[in-house]
């Protein structure tokens, strides 16, 4: 009687999950897997697909703009993460503290990082334009000289990474919530102890969120390599491919040349680095990042 009612709780439990099993399967194990084989064939999508095996990773190497759009990526990553990780540590700390309005200001914060990414491209389109653009107007009041911003290569990719910055809403309640799970004893003992702020945070602080930070920096570097949304709507990789980002061009041969091997073996060797990086922080972060309970990783 027990096996027979097992067998028909088990029945009912893959029938009520067999939708999101379907979709699993046709939406995400289907592309992964056909994605892996189309990286070894040439396919426009109109022909059947043509073993060449290795040929388009070999292709990618001696490929010129694939060259530049990893420049473009590492470029936009090395300045951004690193700048988004400072400011949402900094605003957390700031709305961690007994303020007035410290809802409000929270949600203030918060409000930019649920705006639509094509939404928030042309807001930044605007505020960038180099003859009416809110950010140029604010120069010439300071009496500064406003630069062409997306219409310069030398300011292009400086101008995304200022826009990267409308979202540190974001990572700064991720922060917040990592400041607010640090136990109050432990600054109260340091205080006792005459320790000053500056060295509570240095050696209570950051060791009891290195586990939030080891979060957002790798979040981080996966969100900046894929970065797309910029370089489609804002400058279509110009001007002179200095925003050519490595997921554009990736979707330039896709959709654009109709390369959908040569599109699939970039994107299975940005799956790769992606992977490697992250395993090679976390393997490094065992000396840094202190876990509650454990030794670390």
């Known amino acids: 009687m027990r096996t027979k009612t097992t067998r028909h709780q088990t029945l009912w439990f893959y029938i009520f999950i067999s939708p999101w099993l379907i979709g699993a399967v046709l939406f995400a194990l289907y592309p992964i897997v056909s ?21 388009n990773y070999v292709d990618l190497f001696h490929d ?6 990893i420049w473009a990526t590492v470029r936009y990553t090395l300045l951004s993460v690193p700048i988004q990780l400072g400011l949402s540590l900094l605003f957390a700390l700031l709305l961690n503290q007994k303020i007035p309005f410290k809802g409000f200001f929270r949600t203030v914060m918060y409000f ?9 491209a042309l807001i930044w389109m605007w505020i960038f334009n180099p003859q009416s653009g809110l950010l140029n107007q604010g120069l010439s009041l300071l009496g500064l000289p406003g630069p062409l911003w997306l219409f310069d290569e030398k300011w292009a990719i400086f101008a995304l990474v200022l826009m990267s910055l409308w979202t540190v809403g974001g990572g700064m309640v991720i922060f917040l919530a990592g400041l607010q799970s640090v136990p109050p004893s432990l600054y109260e003992a340091a205080e006792l102890d005459g320790v000053t702020r500056i060295r509570s945070f240095w050696h209570i602080t950051l060791p009891m969120i290195s586990p939030v930070f080891l979060f957002q920096l790798i979040m981080g570097l996966i969100e900046s390599f894929q970065v797309f949304t910029q370089a ?53 972060s065992k000396r840094f990042v202190h876990y509650e309970g454990g030794d670390g990783v």
């Open 64 to 69: 010129d703009i694939f060259w530049i759009s």
């Open 232 to 284: 489609f709507i804002m400058t279509k990789g110009g001007p002179n491919y200095s925003t050519m980002f490595y997921v554009y061009y990736l979707y330039q041969n896709a959709f654009k040349n109709f390369k959908m091997g040569y599109a699939s073996a970039m994107a299975w060797l940005l799956l790769i680095v992606v992977m490697v990086l992250a395993l090679l922080i976390m393997k490094g």
């Open 35 to 55: 994605s892996a084989y189309y990286s070894f064939t040439e396919y426009d999508i109109v022909n059947p697909p043509k073993w060449v095996g290795f040929q």
């Open 112 to 120: 930019p990082s649920m705006i639509s990414g094509v939404a928030m």
